[in-house]
């Protein structure tokens, strides 16, 4: 996951690759008003859902707010602090460790790049699938079709500072979907393009 701290909200942010190539974070985003993209996966959260990744808990607070049961969990304490702030609950932990209510929820949710946690779709969307009750589903924001899958170091850079430390990351195209939801054992139950941004939802059957 990547390591959220206050100041990548101040500064131009992006994630830095070892071949020197840079890719903006939509920092701005994450602390902002739900936005027609995210608007998609909050209306089809329709029960109990855990938000992988949560970051300052935009997703989480708003689920929340609309009575829905939700939990974030994150690798950082600052993320955790900022959702429960935001009226929301969270929990500090990395998602390939126990979370709570495991084999409960109805659905999870992966935003913001966050299927490139690990470095390896296949094994975080299987292990996703351990967190769902059958019948539940991944809602997971995706790359634009015709990216494929691949993979890469990165570290998270800022206008302000040097890159932190090198972590593994991966990318996941629309065209490269279906495919990798299968050897995770998920299905593909819709993908569409919204405010600009592509959404699966991936369903354990």
Known sequence: MIDFEPGLLGHHCWLELTTGERISLPTERWRAAPEPGDELLLTNCTGPTIDIGCGPGRLTAALTERGVAALGTDVSAVAVRLTIE???????????????????????????????????????????????????????????????????????????????????????GADAVASTAALAGLTTNWLREAGGRWFTELVRT
């Open 86 to 172: 935001a009226g929301a609950p969270a929990v500090q932990r990395n998602i390939f460790d126990r979370q709570p209510d495991e084999g409960r929820w109805w659905h999870a949710l992966l935003v913001d790049g966050n299927i490139g946690i690990g470095g390896d779709p296949v094994r975080l969307l299987g292990r996703v699938r351990e967190l769902l009750c059958v019948g539940g589903s991944a809602l997971v924001e995706v790359d634009p079709p015709g990216t494929g899958l691949r993979h890469g170091r990165v570290r998270v850079s800022t206008s302000a500072a040097d890159g932190a430390r090198w972590f593994d990351w991966a990318w996941l």
